[in-house]
């Protein structure tokens, strides 16, 4: 069964260093999604893409994390530089149409 | 009132116990999901339903969108169905979360 996936699956990084995180949605899903969840609390829209294109973007702390893809396939967001309250679960997830979401692993981040 | 609302909030059971979670919206979906995720752990997808009756292994999701409520039920529950158990209700591209339901299933 076709999957979405992360890497990496964890991640520690120093405050004001730059980090990446990787995200390949399932073949052919056009919307692709970044969450960002902090512990104990519900996931958070960052970006969605609709093929290349940013549908939606309006929570992306722009000053310090980018998000794009290029082909509109697999996708990358950046942080730089990272700050301690960027620690939290970040989440990718694809759909084939509306109304369906499928998630990967996701990428757990440490900023110490 | 928040759009999805979900009860209980948390849940303590002995294994082998029949598991009700439930979810209210308030607003028009196109799908509503019901997602688990372990602690420290990603978002498992386990049900996407837009009308009807779902079941997987000991997992059963239901769903009356003319009373805009869905259950998810484990029979037979196990400690490893100790979770974090997410509503989640699908308006066009964008999902409408729910606060969650921590199960803690004991042995």
């Known amino acids: 069964e076709a999957e979405v996936a992360q890497s990496p699956r964890y991640k520690i990084t120093e405050k004001s260093q730059a980090v990446a995180f990787w995200c390949d949605p399932i073949?052919?899903?056009?919307?692709l999604y970044w969450y960002r969840q902090i512990l104990g609390q519900g996931p958070e829209l960052l970006v969605q893409?609709?093929?290349?294109?940013?549908?939606?973007d309006s929570q992306l702390p722009k000053d310090r994390f980018s998000a794009e893809r290029l082909k509109g396939v697999d996708s990358t967001l950046k942080i730089q530089p990272a700050e301690l309250g960027d620690s939290a679960m970040y989440l990718c997830a694809s759909s084939p149409e509306v109304g369906e979401q499928y998630f990967g692993p996701g990428t757990r981040l440490t900023v110490t | 009132k928040n759009e999805v609302e979900q009860s209980p909030q948390n849940l303590t059971a002995q294994e082998g116990e029949f598991i009700t979670i439930n979810c209210s919206y308030s607003?028009?979906?196109?799908?509503l999901h019901w997602l688990q995720q372990h602690p420290g752990g990603g978002i498992v997808s386990l049900f996407m339903?837009?009308?009807?009756?779902k079941k997987h292994g000991r997992l059963i999701a239901t769903i009356n969108i003319q009373e805009k409520h869905s259950s998810l039920h484990i029979t037979a529950s196990h400690p490893r169905d100790s979770a974090v158990y997410i509503c989640?209700?699908?308006?066009?591209?964008?999902?409408?979360w729910g606060a969650g339901t921590k199960l803690i299933i004991k042995p």
């Open positions: 989640a209700v699908a308006r066009g591209y964008q999902l409408i």
């Open positions: 073949s052919g899903h056009a919307t």
């Open positions: 893409f609709q093929d290349e294109s940013v549908v939606d």
């Open positions: 607003v028009g979906i196109s799908a």
């Open positions: 339903l837009s009308s009807g009756k």
